[in-house]
């Protein structure tokens, strides 16, 4: 059974920054990929960023709307997986997920949440203006 845990959200100002963990609890952590996704009230789920296996491309995915304020990295040694999140700004506020699959890869891939089997709980963000 794969579980995940997400942390490290909360109310913060727009312009501050954040940083997500999601830790992933399988044996071979180094072979799933792993997406954030967020969702706010009455809104579907968000692609927010994806990284790949850790012996894929080494690519990482976001959308075009992040504008770059976003960064995803992993530390397979500690089963976990960051979401840096720099001037946050108030259309930020969402409820953040991360999923996970086995050997996930490719933006379209990567950025459907349906192609994810596994997910953590979330965390709330909340930025004020």
């Known amino acids: 059974q794969v579980q995940l845990v997400e942390s490290g959200g909360g109310l913060v100002q727009a312009g501050d920054s954040l940083t997500l963990s999601c830790v992933v609890s399988?044996?071979?952590?180094?072979?799933?990929?792993v997406g954030w996704f967020r969702q706010a009230p009455e809104k579907e789920r968000e692609f927010v960023a994806a990284?790949?296996?850790?012996?894929?491309?080494?690519?990482?995915y976001y959308p075009g709307s992040m504008g770059g304020r976003f960064a995803i990295s992993r530390d397979d040694a500690a089963n976990t997986v960051y979401l840096q999140m720099n001037n946050l700004k108030p259309e930020d506020t969402a409820v953040y997920y991360c999923?996970?699959?086995?050997?996930?890869?490719?933006?379209?891939?990567?950025?459907?949440?349906?192609?994810?089997?596994?997910w953590g709980r979330g965390t709330q963000v909340s930025v004020s203006s």
């Open positions: 999923g996970t699959s086995f050997m996930l890869y490719g933006m379209e891939t990567m950025s459907n949440p349906r192609n994810y089997d596994y």
């Open positions: 399988v044996r071979t952590f180094s072979t799933y990929s």
């Open positions: 990284i790949p296996w850790s012996g894929g491309t080494g690519d990482t």
